[in-house]
């Protein structure tokens, strides 16, 4: 089983950054799909952003466009969200999730998923 893990959450104030991580415990040659979802407190998972296998395509939802940047690592069994101008309704658990397949905005199209970690956003 592929596991995730993610990093990098806390408390920061509107207008300010955080930088999320994800790794997947097992290394392999072969790229995965990658993307981060979203769950704020009695609100349904919401899709965040995804990049391709390769890297070479992201995708965003509109409320963070212009704000949030996805990319890869090197090793391709990594991925990191870049949150700039942060606002509160931005808080919310923020899941990684991964899949060998092509990549997507829904849940049911990723096979792999993370713990979750906390980010909140003060006013």
């Known amino acids: 089983q592929v596991q995730l893990v993610e990093s990098g959450g806390g408390l920061v104030q509107a207008g300010g950054s955080l930088r999320l991580s994800c790794a997947a415990s097992?290394?392999?040659?072969?790229?995965?799909?990658m993307a981060w979802f979203r769950q704020a407190p009695g609100k349904e998972r919401e899709f965040v952003a995804a990049?391709?296998?390769?890297?070479?395509?992201?995708y965003y939802t509109d409320s963070v466009k212009g704000r949030f940047t996805i990319s890869r690592g090197n090793a391709k069994n990594t991925c990191s969200l870049q949150m700039n101008s942060l606002k509160p309704e931005d808080t919310a658990v923020y899941y990684c999730?991964?899949?060998?397949?092509?990549?997507?905005?829904?849940?049911?199209?990723?096979?792999?998923w993370g713990q979750g970690t906390q980010v909140t956003v003060s006013s």
């Open positions: 999730a991964a899949d060998p397949a092509t990549v997507n905005d829904y849940e049911g199209g990723y096979a792999y």
């Open positions: 990049i391709s296998r390769s890297g070479g395509s992201t």
């Open positions: 097992r290394r392999t040659a072969s790229s995965y799909a």
